[in-house]
């Protein structure tokens, strides 16, 4: 199944001339870069820069090159009924979380 896309992946699309591999990772790697700057009041507050850099440096790189790449899926029973969780969302989920914590706890200053 196709569909048109986002006006950020078309925009990327066109840009790097049709390459779906750059387009890919240029597009999920500004929705990183999002989530990162919609954190940038902590360090602002806390004076926690180093944190914060390494923080967006995850999240950016994990939406970057694992986001829209497919590592397969779990099944998991609950409350007798079975879902399927997919393994990369398991995975940039997780490594996201441990970004913002280490952004709003600030361990490295």
Do not use: H
Not at 4 to 32: C, I, M, P, Q
Not at 92 to 106: F, S
């Amino acid at each position: 199944m196709k569909d048109e896309g986002s006006f950020l992946g078309r925009f990327f699309w066109n840009l790097f001339k049709k390459n779906d591999l750059l387009a890919n990772v240029f597009t999920r790697g500004t929705v990183g870069l999002l989530i990162s700057l919609s954190m940038v009041a902590v360090p602002i507050l806390k004076g926690t820069w180093i944190s914060f850099l390494v923080g967006s440096a995850l999240i950016i790189g994990v939406w970057g090159a694992v986001s829209w790449r497919g590592f397969g899926s779990i099944p998991v029973k609950l409350f007798g009924k079975t879902y399927t969780l997919l393994n990369v969302d398991l995975t940039v989920y997780g490594i996201t979380a441990c970004g913002i914590i280490m952004i709003v706890q600030g361990f490295l200053r």
